[in-house]
């Protein structure tokens, strides 16, 4: 399952609740990769890399933001719902694994709050 763009929207509940019914309806091994945001930029504690202008615009667009975790919080949240993390990528993490170029450079600038997990169905 690829769950992109979606978290950030949805409450606490509602991510728990879509976790469950895939773990309930998949078999073990399945892999589920997703992104979400961190809560310290949705309620503004901290100012990563693009948070303010993200949540102004989808603000707007009268979709805002509404959860993400904390940081350290996604992995213990999946393992509760029988889920084994496989990779997580902090944005730090995701630019140097994706966005350099093979001469060094930078290619890209992840928002500074999404952070990408895969994670497979363990129970």
Do not use: K
């Not at 309930?24 to 945001?37: H, Q, V």
């Not at 509404?66 to 997580?88: A, M, N, Q």
């Amino acid at each position: 399952f690829i769950w992109e763009g979606v978290t950030p929207y949805l409450s606490e509940e509602a991510i728990r609740s879509t976790l469950v019914v895939i773990r309930d309806n998949a078999p073990p091994g399945t892999i589920l990769g997703f992104d979400y945001a961190y809560q310290a930029a949705i309620d503004g504690r901290v100012a990563y890399y693009g948070a303010r202008e993200t949540a102004m615009a989808v603000s707007e667009d009268r979709e805002p933001f509404r959860f993400g975790f904390d940081e350290g919080e996604v992995g213990p949240f999946l393992t509760g719902l029988g889920y084994r993390v496989l990779s997580h990528y902090s944005p730090d993490e995701f630019e140097s694994a994706y966005l350099v170029s093979t001469g060094g450079d930078l290619m890209g600038q992840m928002y500074g709050f999404m952070c990408n997990v895969v994670a497979e169905i363990a129970v």
